[in-house]
Each structure stands twice: as C-alpha cells, then as structure tokens.
C-alpha cells in the first residue's frame, strides 16, 4: 500500500499495490500492522456499505458528535465516487478545508478519514457502491452533519446533485453549529 498526505492533517490516500496475472488482480486493502507504523488508527469495530443507484447522488456532509467520533476508511467498491472530507477541528491549520478524492472499484484507492472531519459524496455513475470501516460504532443521537452546499466552506462539487435526502437537505450551515466542538474525543 501507498500512503500520501494530503493538505489536511491525518486525512490520507491509500493506493493499493496490485499484482496482476492471468486471473486478474490481488491487492491489500488493509493491514493492522502497516497502518500502525504510519501512525494511523488500526482497530474498526464496524462495516458499513452505502449504494446509490442514481447518478449523481450526494450523501452527507456527515459526522458523529463527541464523544461518539469517527475515523473512517472509504473506498468505493464499485463504480466512481468524488468524495469529499472538510476539516471541522477549529485547532487545527485547516480548519473548515475541504479535501476531495477520486474513488473508483478500478483503482482501488481509498480514503482515511480521521475523526472530526465530516464526509460526504457524490456518485458518478449508477449503482455506485462504497464500503466504510468505522473506528466507533454508530450512535444515533450523535449522528450529525452540514450543508453540502455551505458558503463558509465553499466545496465546489462536479455535478450539482441530482438525488439528495431530505435530512440531507434540512442539515444546518457550519455558523449554525458554531457552539459545537470536535476536539472533545482523542483517539
């Protein structure tokens, strides 16, 4: 596996090394040791798998409220996402930076999302499948999000989406939760 930084703090491409052959292809997608020596979370205690059947569906900006934070390791098992990860740390150099990435079944690359970060994505084709490993379990009172379409952020998305929830569509601007915090939970 490949690791490479991105401008965000703790928020990593990982790129597989496949090998080829006449079957097909083999790669790691995972080790518990190799994330341990580049410093990254290794223990995910929940696997989660979203499909969006239309093109261009958006889903999120999510996240999980202290002390129920995430760390997330997203990968698009089939079809092609453009997934995006904004910085909600108000501590850290980048705070409210969005950072995207192209994920697609073909390359295998995925995406290391460290806890107070929100997350969302927007499908590319149809019946777009993506795969999470999740460092905490899921907690509904401490589901929240953002507006994917937040001036204060600024993310400029490929498409403007052509399905999107309700709830997505009712989340609250960044200003809105300014009372909140996500530095509370160390990992």
């Not at 079957?23 to 995972?30: C, K, P, V």
């Not at 929100?118 to 590319?124: D, M, P, Q, R």
Request: hydrophobic share 35%.
């Amino acid at each position: 596996m490949h690791f490479r930084s991105t401008p965000i703090q703790d928020l990593w491409i990982i790129e597989p090394e496949r090998a080829f052959d006449r079957r097909g292809s083999f790669a790691r997608t995972y080790c518990k040791e190799t994330f341990k020596e580049h410093g990254l979370h290794s223990e995910f205690v929940q696997h989660s798998l979203s499909v969006s059947q239309c093109k261009h569906t958006l889903r999120g900006l999510h996240f999980q409220a202290p002390p129920h934070q995430e760390i997330k390791l997203v990968s698009c098992v089939r079809g092609e996402v453009w997934d995006v990860a904004v910085d909600l740390r108000p501590n850290s150099p980048t705070y409210l930076v969005w950072f995207s990435a192209m994920l697609s079944a073909d390359r295998g690359t995925q995406f290391y999302i460290p806890q107070g970060c929100a997350h969302g994505f927007l499908s590319l084709c149809e019946d777009a499948a993506i795969s999470y490993l999740i460092s905490t379990p899921y907690v509904p009172n401490s589901s929240s999000g953002l507006r994917y379409d937040d001036p204060a952020i600024g993310i400029v998305w490929p498409h403007e989406p052509a399905v999107i929830s309700d709830r997505d569509l009712e989340w609250p601007y960044w200003r809105g939760l300014s009372n909140f915090s996500v530095e509370e939970a160390e990992i």
